[in-house]
């Protein structure tokens, strides 16, 4: 749990030597979610954007436009994905919403824990993709789950973190919203560095 709050403070760390760039590359990413088709790439290429922050690379526009034009066909590949994962949970939470029982409690719980479990791979997909010569989909979903399921304590308390973050931006707005993906993508890009780390 301590590593998950020090993994934080890095990747915040990281943000505040160049807040004026993510500030940007951030405003960029919520107006890019407009179009949707947009959408995927545009996470990816915060993705890329942090590895090189993290790497102590230099970052600028061009860099994230570059990362864009190349992330697009693998984020629809990712996109997709989730489009497959999530709207089925998301239906199931919906249209079952008023059905009462223990069997239907029992449901709620196993579809929050998978909802849990793969916002969490999530977290990790990307920094992982970005670190793996092998970058199939399946193989980086493989990986993510691999993290979380080895160190769950670790991924659900960054999990939670993350989460809170997310509904931060939703109740104070365009303040935490400005820096929101920044913060993910950073979190997960020094989270994944610190299980490599680990491995070498």
Same mark, same amino acid.
């Not at 479990?117 to 970058?135: C, I, K, T, V």
């Not at 509904?167 to 490599?196: H, K, N, Q, R, T």
């Given at each position: 749990?301590?590593?998950?709050?020090?993994?934080?403070?890095r990747?915040?760390?990281?943000?505040w030597?160049?807040?004026?760039?993510?500030?940007?590359?951030?405003?960029?990413?919520?107006?890019?979610?407009?179009?949707?088709?947009?959408?995927?790439?545009?996470?990816?290429?915060?993705?890329?954007?942090?590895?090189?922050?993290?790497?102590?690379?230099?970052?600028?526009?061009?860099?994230?436009?570059?990362?864009?034009?190349?992330?697009?066909?693998?984020?629809?590949?990712?996109?997709?994905?989730?489009?497959?994962?999530?709207?089925?949970?998301?239906?199931?939470?919906?249209?079952?919403?008023?059905?009462?029982?223990?069997?239907?409690?029992? #449901?709620?719980?196993?579809?929050?824990? $998978?909802?849990? *479990?793969?916002? =969490?791979m999530? +977290?990790?997909? !990307?920094?992982?993709?970005?670190?793996?010569?092998?970058?199939?989909?399946?193989?980086?979903?493989r990986?993510?789950?691999?993290?979380?399921?080895?160190?769950?304590?670790?991924?659900?308390?960054?999990?939670?973190?993350?989460? #809170?973050?997310?509904?931060?931006?939703? $109740?104070?707005? *365009?303040?935490? =919203?400005?820096? +929101?993906?920044? !913060?993910?993508?950073?979190?997960?890009?020094?989270a994944?560095?610190?299980?490599?780390?680990?491995?070498?």
């Amino acid at each position: 749990m301590v590593q998950a709050f020090q993994v934080t403070a890095r990747a915040i760390s990281l943000w505040w030597r160049e807040f004026v760039l993510f500030l940007f590359f951030n405003v960029m990413w919520l107006v890019l979610q407009i179009p949707i088709v947009t959408g995927p790439p545009a996470t990816a290429a915060m993705y890329v954007v942090a590895r090189r922050a993290a790497d102590h690379e230099l970052i600028d526009p061009l860099h994230g436009w570059l990362a864009l034009r190349a992330m697009f066909a693998p984020a629809w590949k990712w996109g997709v994905v989730n489009l497959l994962i999530v709207i089925p949970t998301v239906a199931n939470f919906y249209l079952y919403q008023n059905a009462s029982g223990i069997g239907w409690t029992v #449901l709620r719980l196993v579809w929050g824990m $998978l909802a849990v *479990l793969w916002f =969490a791979m999530n +977290l990790f997909y !990307w920094p992982f993709w970005l670190a793996q010569s092998d970058q199939r989909v399946v193989n980086t979903f493989r990986n993510s789950a691999v993290l979380v399921l080895k160190a769950p304590l670790f991924a659900l308390t960054l999990a939670v973190i993350c989460a #809170l973050i997310i509904a931060g931006s939703f $109740l104070i707005a *365009l303040p935490v =919203a400005a820096m +929101l993906m920044a !913060w993910l993508a950073l979190i997960g890009i020094v989270a994944v560095d610190e299980e490599l780390k680990e491995k070498l």
